[in-house]
């Protein structure tokens, strides 16, 4: 699943972009959208933004307020909550407002530097243009960006991904491992705060096809997924993903196995470790909190 935020002043037209490239995606997929808003979700002022994203074609909507709550029943949900919840399930989500989470951006309403508007605010995250108002983004530019940047992946996406596999009517196993980032390796250790992953652009994903590539002709093995984050992980999250699709459990444990074991050993990828007592940046072959 591909997510996109747009932020800005409140008067740029967010949701203006945000039905716009509804419309425009809902041709080739499944959106879904959250909005950040500033008032009680019990008060409709800002439900009708919801309301607009629906009519342009989004096929689940929330509006969640800075405190967890939202336009639904049920539980309270956080945005890393829903799009866990969305990414099995959708193509491309569309985040408006949520000045503070690490994604792909589009900013309103700025023209500033890279990374700050005319408030002097900053942004995480990539950004992927900027524009006067929602007029003004070219919306072929944007989605040809979005296209290039990581997928938001999560286990249940890539064992979904690989339940609609050609081949999953002669699969009898799907296999899984997932790595953490541990806190620590013992009690006397300095607590892991978080690790920040960087890859080389291209390499990185063409090594990991390889690898899929080449555990997918052994007999009897369907579908290998791999995914490895990257950017800011923090202490508990998950990592890395691997998914085997295979006619038996034999084969199916043996190549998770082999897959995490050939992602680390050939996949070139550096972290900077992040923690109580200071910093530091190691190659991905080295040990990296998870096993």
Not at 248 to 271: M, Q, S, W, Y
Not at 275 to 283: K, Q, R, S
Request: with cysteine.
């Amino acid at each position: 699943m591909h997510v996109l935020r747009v932020v800005g002043p409140s008067d740029a037209g967010k949701t203006t972009l945000v039905e716009r490239l509804t419309e425009r995606l809902a041709d080739e997929g499944r959106v879904a959208t959250v909005k950040h808003i500033n008032c009680d979700p019990d008060v409709d002022t800002e439900g009708k933004d919801t309301a607009r994203h629906r009519r342009a074609g989004a096929k689940e909507t929330y509006g969640v307020t800075s405190d967890g709550s939202w336009f639904a029943t049920g539980r309270e949900r956080s945005l890393s909550d829903l799009l866990d919840d969305f990414a099995p399930e959708y193509d491309y989500a569309l985040v408006e407002g949520y000045g503070d989470a690490t994604l792909p951006t589009v900013v309103l309403g700025g023209e500033g530097g890279d990374e700050a508007d005319d408030d002097g605010r900053e942004y995480a995250g990539e950004i992927l243009q900027r524009a006067t108002d929602a007029d003004s983004v070219d919306i072929e530019v944007l989605l040809d960006a979005l296209a290039d940047c990581e997928p938001y992946e999560t286990l249940e996406s890539l064992v979904q991904r690989a339940k609609r596999s050609p081949d999953a009517e002669f699969s009898g196993a799907i296999a899984t491992f997932t790595g953490r980032v541990r806190a620590r390796d013992s009690p006397e250790d300095a607590a892991t705060e978080f690790l920040e992953f960087e890859k080389y652009d291209g390499v990185a994903e063409e090594k990991l096809a390889a690898i899929s590539e080449e555990l997918e002709a052994r007999d009897g093995v369907y579908d290998v997924l791999l995914h490895h984050r990257t950017g800011v992980v923090e202490a508990g999250e998950d990592i890395v993903f691997v998914v085997v699709l295979a006619g038996h459990r034999t084969e199916a444990f043996e190549t998770v196995e082999d897959g995490i074991n050939r992602l680390k050993a050939e996949v070139p990828l550096f972290k900077k470790e992040v923690t109580v007592e200071g910093e530091f940046w190691a190659h991905q072959h080295e040990e990296h909190g998870h096993d």
